[in-house]
């Protein structure tokens, strides 16, 4: 049930001691290896030997993405490159890639993280784990190969893509958890169908899933076509890759694995905390890190905190999905719009498929936001009044959640694009 009971259900009071006491050691190292840190530090007059509580890590400069494009490649690295035993290597949906590095222990630490998650999810050496994510510089195929090895079960390590021949070994090599984004899953669940493969006829029991922003009712729908317990998990390249939170069977928030990484929630405009339990930015400190440790690293993803204990035992903290990366927030006619919300609201509707896209353009000075989605097929056979009816349905309901009137366009089963890897449902034609 628990892969570091110790560590997992520690207590709080414990916890918080052992935090503050890597947090002091952490500090200190950049301060004395790091000279983007040991600067940074000195210009506030900050010396981390002096910590004496958690709090104080408030007075500490947040870690920026771009802190990370400035000192391409090595420079934010805290051991000599002998020491280095695996780089990986972000690029990012824009600009210059980020580069990340890895010591023995490093990996040591990541595969026990990861293995963690896969334990909370319900999964055992008796699982048979086929990981889907892409192997390569991106840490998510790497990441669960490795966790997954260390938990003992069986991994097949097929990477994204070639989904036909994906389905033939989840079938023949009796794959009990599949691994990837929540899309690619969606677009497994859709070629099943096509090909004749019946989901509840296979060995599958569980997906585990992260990479990306999803919404409720997609797991929903997930569980429900591919005859799984799907559960979310969360990690960034920048802090170590997956590993840094997930789900437990509860499926009600990820625990965060909190012994190893110091997290706060930030209002990503005025940068204080926000009070308990409200959305805003993550922000992530290692404890542990070796070779790239990051002090107050800005995610960019918004979560909230979610107090209380946890029925599974765990007393590390949960916090909610991710609604969305503050990057993918659309404002549109000034409104905040993530497309995870539209996503809760399509799912929840008959006569839809679970494809969408969101184009928005600019039209005599004013925002338009047009809803793609697919309707079922038996829908567009129907009456036009039938087809009114769903628009107007779905017009209605975005309109109540989002707060502002949408256009919406029903469209033909399978003319969406599909996704094997992260999926990018937004087109923003508007020059802003
Ligand atoms: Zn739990």
Known sequence: MYWQPKEECLDRGALAELQRKRLQKTLTRVASHVPFYRNTFKKRNLDPTQLRSLEELQEYPFTLKQDLRDNYPYGLFAVPLRDIVRVHSSSGTTGMATVVGYSRNDIQTWSDLVARVLCGAGLTRE???QIAFGYGLFTGGFGLHYGAERLGASVIPISAGNTRRQLQIMRDFKTTALVCTPSYALKMADVMMDIGINPHGLSLRW???GAEPWSEEMRLELNERLGIIATDNYGLSEIIGPGVAGECQECNGLHINEDHFLVEVIDPETLQPVPPGEIGELVITTLTKEAFPVI????????????????C?????RMSRMTGR???MLIIKGVNVFPTQIESVLFAID?????????VDRINNEDRLTVMVEAVESMLFDAMKKQRSLINTIK?????ELGIGVEVKLVEERTLERFEGKGNRVIDNRKI
């Open 351 to 359: 006569g839809t498929q679970p494809h969408y896209r969101l184009i």
């Open 326 to 328: 503050s990057d993918d």
């Open 313 to 317: 035992g765990r007393t590390l903290m």
């Open 396 to 400: 209605k309901q975005l309109a109540t």
């Open 207 to 209: 997906g585990l899933f």
């Open 127 to 129: 699982d048979v784990i």
């Open 296 to 311: 107050r690293y800005r995610t960019r993803d918004l979560t909230r905190l979610l107090p209380g204990p946890c029925p």
